[in-house]
Every structure is written in C-alpha cells, then in structure tokens.
C-alpha cells in the first residue's frame, strides 16, 4: 500500500504564503497609477490632431514669411542691391565653375589619340 | 551561449515600453504593482506611504527605462527602486506608528468576495498569514516576501537590498522559522506538517 508523502514544510509554507501573503493596492490607485504612467510615458500618436497640425505649421509658416517679408521692408536699399548684386555674382561664378568642370571632364574623356599634339601625322 | 540571442519577451515587452506603446506600459505596472506594494508596505508600514512609494518608484523606473542595463531581471531593478524609494520615504517623514494592523486584509476586502464559508475561511487565513509575516522584525518579513512571493533567488535579493549573501542567507533562514512557528499558532489546521 503506497503512503501518502508528506509536504515538505518548505513548500507548505510557501505554497501559504504565495496565496496569501501578496498585498494589493486599492483599485482607485492602482487605476490611476496605469494611467499616470500611461499619461506621462505614451506619447500621443502623432495624427491625433490633424487639425492643430496643420493650424500649427500655418502659424509657423506666417510667421516666417512675415519676418521676411519685414526684413526686406526695413532693410536700406544699397543693402538689399548689394546682397542681389553678391546672389548674382556668386551664382555667375558658381555656374561658370560647373561649365569648367564638365569641359575638363569632356577633355579628359577624349582618347589621347585623337589629340592633335600625340598625333605623330 | 550563442554569439546571436533572441530577444527575450521581457526584452521586447522593454522595448514596447521604451518606445511608449500603451499596452506594454499597462502590462508592466499591472504584472509589477502587487509585489512593489507589498515591498513598500514592508518597509514604510502604512497604505498611503506604500502608495506614494509605489507611484514614484513607478515613475522613476519608466523614466530610467531607457538606461536600464538589463544585468538583472526587470522585476529585480524595479523592487530595488522600490526598496530604496520606501527607505528614503521613512528617513524624510516623522516617526509614525506602524498602521500594518489596519491594513491587513480583512473578510470584505476589495480582493476578497466572500459568498460562502469557504471564501470567509480563505480570507480568515490571509489574515493570518500577514500577522505572522508582521509578527517578524521589518527586515527579515521583507526578505521572505522576496523569496517567496517575488520568487527572488538569494542573489538578487542581495542586489535589491544592497546586503551580503550570508546576511540574507541567516534572515530567511530565522524568518522561515519565526514565521512557522507563529502560523503553527495561529493556522494549526493548515500547517500541521510544517
């Protein structure tokens, strides 16, 4: 006949402290602990508000052009001509640089054969 | 040990978390809030301290999220903040008598629905079970909750309280023994064999 083994007093008293000894916080708190936690750690996803969006970047937008459009209003004529004449300049040399690269490019992509100088004819 | 490791799904729930998705958030304090009440309740002793211990260790931990190392488990890291959280919280407040009587779980408790005399017997033993725990000193009730409720091994029961393996070793020794002995008193039926 198989006797009955006994628990080891370990796990008895394991077994009775895991069933009753894990204390709880009250509901209401621990419902506002998730949702401070969540408040604070979860951003808002980012088409929450389309209208604010788009009402926030018109603002920023206005703004801008706003600022602009004073500083052109209010800056001395000699300085507005010498800031356009400095725009041109460097867009002439800009552009004239980009011409003589692609012109060396094209030069050194000729076959040194056909150069009148290596030709020995 | 593989040079490539899957990430755990402690690892990922982590990672959910880190990047602010609301259900892993509400996971963790769901999973975690019991065990980090019941840490603080050892330590400061009253419900509303342990609350507010909890609320800012929760918060401290979801703010440090993303500096955690991962060296030890989550629950590990979190029940030392926790630990250190209370600690700090008892050292600013004025002496308070210990309320841990008051808030024992009682037969009509928010986790208890008695309907029958099995569930009043259930409560009855919860009861008990945490005036034994409360009957032992602070230090030594805390280290069994760990071990066997938080299921901590001795190690990381070192790592949450900041002491040595052998002082650990001695308390949960003394406390399994102080705290048989006084459920053999008061819950003779359940423990006959301890």
């Known amino acids: 006949m198989m006797s009955k083994r006994p628990t080891p007093p370990e796990e008895a008293l394991k077994t009775l402290l895991q069933e009753h000894g894990l204390q709880y916080p009250s509901a209401p708190f621990s419902a506002a602990l998730t949702r401070l936690v969540i408040a604070r750690y979860s951003p808002p996803p980012l088409d929450a508000y389309p209208a604010g969006t788009w009402v926030g970047k018109g603002i920023l937008w206005g703004l801008a052009g706003t600022l602009l459009l004073l500083l052109v209003v209010f800056t001395s004529p000699t300085l507005l001509l010498s800031a356009a004449g400095l725009s041109v300049g460097a867009l002439g040399v800009g552009l004239g640089a980009l011409i003589w690269l692609l012109r060396q490019v094209d030069a050194t992509q000729q076959p040194a054969t056909l150069r009148a100088e290596n030709n020995p004819l | 040990m593989g040079l490539f490791h899957t990430p755990s799904a402690e690892d990922q729930l982590l990672q959910q978390a880190i990047q602010g998705e609301r259900r892993a958030l509400e996971h963790l304090v769901q999973t975690h809030q019991a065990m980090a ?39 590990t890291w979190l029940y030392r903040i926790v630990y250190n959280t209370a600690l700090t919280s ?94 053999r008193q008061l819950l003779p039926t359940e423990l006959r064999n301890l």
């Open chain 2, 37 to 75: 009440y019941t840490v603080a309740l050892r330590v400061v002793g009253n419900q509303q301290d342990a609350e507010e211990v909890v609320q800012d260790a929760f918060l401290k931990a979801f703010g440090a999220l993303a500096q955690f190392q991962r060296a030890a488990k989550f629950s």
């Open chain 2, 90 to 183: 008892q050292r600013n407040r004025p002496a308070v008598t210990s309320d841990l009587e008051e808030s024992l779980p009682s037969a009509g408790s928010a986790h208890q629905e008695p309907s029958g005399w099995e569930e009043l017997a259930q409560a009855d033993r919860q009861k008990y079970v945490a005036l034994a725990l409360n009957r032992l000193p602070a230090d030594d009730a805390l280290v069994l909750t760990l071990h066997y409720l938080g299921e901590k091994s001795i190690a990381e029961i070192c790592t949450i309280l900041g002491k040595k393996t052998s002082a650990v070793k001695m308390q949960l020794l003394r406390g399994r023994q102080q705290v048989a002995q006084a459920l």
